[in-house]
């Protein structure tokens, strides 16, 4: 069946040009899953026309941050008093049920990204908030985003999030803790993740690496995870130099800015997705 979309403009790319451009009152024909015209005015017969003279017809985006669990939750894990998200000791220490079971992560996902859908977005790279964790995701949480994902049509790139250091409240000041144990448990439930469900339901799930932020995994976590990562073939990504906090940790900790404590880590490469790079140069305020 042969289906013909008319928009007020359309995005396209021009082969001669050697860019995509704007076509005013265009027309877009798919035929199955193939698109078999982009232009100004198809010239064969179709068997359906969509009339979207009102509207954009473009390629699908990307979000490449892609907020996926916390849209609709996410303000009732802060303490309504302290006015502050800082866990308490025992909360990470002690093993009680997580904050969200998975029905409600599940209607988070949906809520997210049927947002982002009808935001156009048809390829998502998953963000999960870390607020509410402790060393890693629950086992069943990134299957249910991909559940949510296969219902809505998404293309996902999905990750089970790691970290080897926590921090936590005690009176008015924060303490760390790092367990290099928990920080690979969580590398190895990713690996495991990407290994079983790689290239499913149509090619439109795969995973990526997700050390959480840079300032909570280990440098022999960090070197562990690129390893793996070049073994799987698959991108890493991860929280970066988003916070005067975490650059003054590094400075004071190696002596470097974040950028170099990556390359000399041997991370930096290919296939690395840093997020907010806000301070990229190490100095609180100078990007």
């Known amino acids: 069946m042969k289906t013909k979309i008319k928009g007020r403009y359309v995005v396209g790319y021009d082969d001669h040009a050697g860019s995509h451009v704007i076509i005013p009152n265009g027309e877009v024909v798919f035929e199955d899953n193939e698109i078999v015209y982009v232009g100004k005015s198809y010239p064969g017969s ?79 790279l998953g963000m999960t908030a870390g607020v509410f964790k402790r060393w890693n995701d629950p086992d069943w949480e990134p299957e249910t985003y991909m559940e949510a994902a296969v219902e809505l049509g998404l293309r996902a790139y999905l990750s089970h999030s790691y970290r080897s250091d926590m921090s936590f409240g005690v009176d008015d000041r924060v303490e760390k803790v790092r367990d290099e144990e928990k920080g690979r448990e969580g590398l190895e439930k990713n690996v495991q993740f990407i290994e079983k469900y790689q290239g499913s339901f149509g090619d439109t799930i795969r995973g990526l690496l997700m050390p959480y932020t840079l300032d909570t995994v280990s440098p022999d976590l960090l070197k562990e995870t690129r390893r793996e990562a070049d073994r799987l073939g698959v991108g890493i990504r991860m929280h970066f130099a988003q916070s005067d906090k975490e650059i003054e940790e590094i400075r004071r900790l190696y002596d470097k800015t974040p950028v170099e404590y990556l390359a000399d880590l041997g991370v930096l490469g290919p296939h690395l997705l840093l997020t907010h790079t806000l301070h990229i140069a190490g100095n609180f305020g100078t990007p």
Do not use: W
Not at 72 to 88: A, G, M, N, P, V
């Open 46 to 124: 179709v068997d359906n026309v969509l009339d979207r003279t009102s509207c954009l017809v473009s390629p699908g985006f990307i979000n490449a941050h892609a907020l996926v669990d916390t849209s609709i939750f996410q303000y009732i894990t802060f303490d309504r008093e302290r006015k502050s998200s800082l866990r308490s000791k025992q909360y990470v220490f002690d093993q009680e049920e997580e904050v969200f079971d998975r029905q409600k992560i599940l209607d988070g996902a949906r809520h997210s990204m049927l947002n982002m859908v009808r935001g156009g977005s048809t390829t998502i």
